[in-house]
């Protein structure tokens, strides 16, 4: 009930997304899924042409989430790092989902600050530039001036985007379970997908979690001279605005102006990509979104320092231990040409199921490692070795952490970053000493001691309890009881639809029972022209329910 009520709320935001995802050819899709068997949708609507039509799928597939709006633009966003949901052309469009939109005016910009701080804001800033630094789906920024002069950055939340946010998410939630019932649906489990989408778009609406996140960073870089992480105000915070102090300098893509204040270039690149190493390889948390507008460039304490001033923390990862030793591991497998041991490596970790080709996966793994076999990693980038990468991961299914991706993700662009930096620049050498350092460590008794005593302790309570066990099962033996159960049935989908079907054949055999009947009583009923009449209207109602029966069968397609 509350489903049906909710469909009926989001209607006109339910044409808009079938609307626009038709117009970009994905209306078959749509259809499939038989969204218009819930919702009072034209048919016709799910069949518009594709236009323009020299784009490809995968282009027009970014272009309408970017017309979707905010929610789809995150979902986007978030699905470029799940490579194996997505072939590669679809993953790298979705990593060029623009999120720049027209700012919203200044006084509705305005009449939110006040909103949200129950006060007039002159009185918690002396300044306040109505012209934005930057505007995106979420949020725009202003310029201000705090009362003792600090010079801050106002992140402000745009006004009603939770409400059209909290729309889009229960729609997706509707699509998804219907995707559920699918063979691709059983695979992925789109429900958990959105389900986690939702909880992540929800904490991103939430400034106070990203100014967490920079107050974390700046914690980790405190002793860096090379690395400034902005100041969080929190007393001006809320969890619609985060005022956060404000940086000042080059923008680290403008080479000429970097060339003409007397910056080394290829020494910004080093300190860049020495700041992901720490990132990954000490922290375990990692900036996650290194474009060129993140980052500007400062004077050091000495002629031509260069101090790397970073920005915007919503987008963050997160790597774990053992996701670093699982790395380590496969980069030296890959090292020493071993694709069978990486194959067996990710078989071990649950990358892959047992159902694939191991024997195909080995020789493309072995390929791509003979592509690049004595190759010089100064030639080898980042970005072609991803995406390779990726094509061999939807091929086969390969499942890997999404902060896995998104490291990946990461790495490439600051890869990329790095070179345009410098052009001779090797990011493989920045992180080939930590990598060392790292796998020396590990074979440390000191690192592994720590979990071989865990797992003993683990074995010890298990052979404790098995005499316990044992004789449980022999007792439930002794009473006719087996030990596991089997239990053979059909999923709730499966029985609303035999549900469905029973009913038409009643209705079927009720409707043919009446026309059978008045054929019957047809002769006897000219006798009398009353009777004549409520037969002739009794046949053209079971008539009706004939064809309504057949037109609901075509129209479901089953």
Known sequence: MYKHIRRTRNLARYHQIVSVLARHGFGSFLESLRVDRYLPLNPMLFRQNAQPTHLSPAEHFRIALEELGPTFIKLGQVMSTRPDLF?????????????????????????????????????????????P??????????????????????????????????????????????????????????????????????????????????????????????????????????????????????????????????????????????????????????????HPGNFVIMPGFGPGEAVIGAMDFGMVGHISRIDRMNLIQAFLQASRQDAKGIVHHMLRIGAVSGRIDEQALERDIDRMLNQYYGQPLEYIQTARVVEELMQIAFSYQITLPADLWLLFKTLAMMDGLARRLDPQFDLFQVFGPPVQRLVINSRMPWEWGPSLLLDVENLAYALRDLPNIGESML?????????????????????????RISNRISVSVIA??????????????????????????????????GLWIIYSILRSGK
Not at 99 to 127: H, K, M
Not at 266 to 289: I, Y
Request: net charge negative; with cysteine.
């Open 87 to 131: 072939p590669p052309d679809y993953i790298l469009e979705l990593a060029r989902l623009q999120d720049n939109v027209p700012p919203v005016s200044w006084l509705v910009v305005l009449e939110s600050l006040r909103a949200e701080y129950q006060c007039d804001p002159g009185e918690i800033f002396t300044e306040i530039d109505p012209q």
């Open 133 to 290: 630094l930057g505007s995106a789906s979420l949020a725009q920024v202003h310029a201000a001036v705090l009362p003792d002069g600090s010079r801050v950055v106002i992140k402000v939340q745009r006004p009603n985007i939770q409400a059209l946010i909290n729309s889009d998410l229960d729609i997706l939630a509707d699509l998804a379970s219907l995707a559920q019932r699918t063979s691709w649906g059983q695979l992925y489990n789109p429900v958990e997908i959105v389900a986690q989408f939702a909880f992540t778009l929800q904490n991103e609406l939430d400034y106070r979690r990203e100014g967490l996140n920079a107050d974390r960073f700046r914690v980790s870089f405190a002793n860096d001279p090379h690395l400034y992480i902005p100041k969080v105000y929190w007393p001006q915070s809320t969890q619609k605005i985060l005022v956060l102090e404000r940086l000042e300098g080059i923008k680290i893509d403008h080479f000429d102006e970097l060339d003409a204040a007397g910056y080394d270039r290829h020494q910004v690149a080093t300190h860049a990509a020495r700041m992901l190493v720490k990132e990954v390889m000490e922290d375990g948390f990692f900036h996650a979104d290194p």
């Open 475 to 499: 007792r439930n033996l002794q009473r006719g009881l087996l030990p596991f159960s089997l239990s053979v049935g059909a999923d709730k989908d499966t029985l609303d639809r035999l549900d």
């Open 512 to 545: 043919a029972a009446f026309i059978l009947g008045l054929a019957l009583l047809f002769p006897v009923a000219r006798e009398s022209q009353m009777a004549l009449a409520l037969v002739i209207v009794a046949f053209i109602i079971s008539f009706a329910i």
